[in-house]
């Protein structure tokens, strides 16, 4: 196995929606203490914006367990193929709320009215995550609208985050967007980036030497642009390639050869 080759303990690259392989890279690090901001303030809205892979997904579930950790009620959801009985119903129950199966959307409104106005007053303020918000059809982003502009004594019951790809913010609507207290835009990463990112990644997994020779890694930035979920797919990737070579370090030509060989670069280069 290429773990064996490279004397790892586990993979040090993984797409996935785990806090584990979360790297705090600049713009990340900005991107959250930014959102913690957003919640500790108890502002209403802020947008977290990025294009596709830039590690939106994966940002979202950190603050959520973070966000939890200091004693905030998180609903984390995606908005992706929901409609509205089915948002009301998925962020009732997320909140361990009591339903009925036949309950109607008013009445589905009404109790998680009542539970984020009670919270508010017990000063425990309410967090709602949405995630492929720019996927969102108009009645449920009409229902977050509601949601964000539920007040208690003209502030706040509740903080929203909506997470969206940078170039569809303009599906969210003029409204919801006029609520946003803050914008915060996920940059892509530069190859100082990269290297950070490869370094952490296997010392992480048991791995303290350099496994990437320097143009190798300046190669996988530029055929990644720089987007976090390309830069873990190609390096895991040449990783492999590299250890079925017995090589000592992933160079140049293994990253060409990944990409080649394997038909990725399609794939990583669609960042829509």
């Not at 939890?68 to 409609?83: E, I, M, N, Q, Y």
């Not at 539970?115 to 059809?137: K, M």
């Not at 929203?160 to 967007?177: C, F, N, Y």
């Not at 290297?195 to 992480?204: F, W």
Request: proline letters at 4%; charged letters at 20%; hydrophobic letters at 50%.
């Amino acid at each position: 196995m290429y773990l064996a080759h490279w004397g790892l303990q586990a993979p040090p690259f993984r797409n996935a929606i785990d806090p584990h392989y979360f790297f705090q890279s600049p713009t990340h690090d900005e991107a959250l203490a930014r959102l913690h901001f957003l919640i500790e303030g108890e502002h209403r809205a802020g947008l977290l914006l990025g294009h596709a892979g830039s590690g939106k997904s994966l940002l979202l579930e950190v603050l959520a367990v973070e966000a939890r950790r200091r004693g905030r009620p998180v609903a984390k959801l995606s908005l992706l193929g929901l409609d509205k009985q089915e948002f009301l119903w998925r962020l009732a129950a997320v909140w361990g709320l009591d339903l009925v199966p036949t309950a109607t959307a008013c009445e589905l409104w009404r109790v998680l009215a009542d539970h984020v106005i009670t919270q508010h007053l017990e000063r425990v303020a309410s967090v709602v995550l949405l995630d492929d918000a720019e996927e969102a059809t108009a009645d449920v982003l009409a229902q977050v609208l509601r949601l964000a502009q539920t007040d208690v004594d003209t502030i706040p019951a509740t903080t929203l985050i909506l997470a969206a790809r940078t170039q569809h913010v303009g599906r969210l609507g003029e409204r919801l967007l006029e609520l946003a207290d803050l914008r915060i835009d996920l940059l892509k990463w530069n190859a100082q980036d990269v290297q950070h990112y490869l370094e952490d990644g296997l010392a992480r997994a048991g791995r303290h030497e350099p496994a990437f020779a320097p143009e190798a890694i300046t190669l996988l930035a530029e055929i990644s642009q720089g987007v976090p979920r390309n830069v873990v797919q190609l390096a895991d990737l040449a990783l492999i390639a590299a250890a079925g070579q017995e090589l000592a370090l992933v160079d140049s030509h293994t990253v060409e050869s990944v990409v080649a060989e394997l038909g990725v670069v399609h794939q990583l280069v669609d960042t829509r």
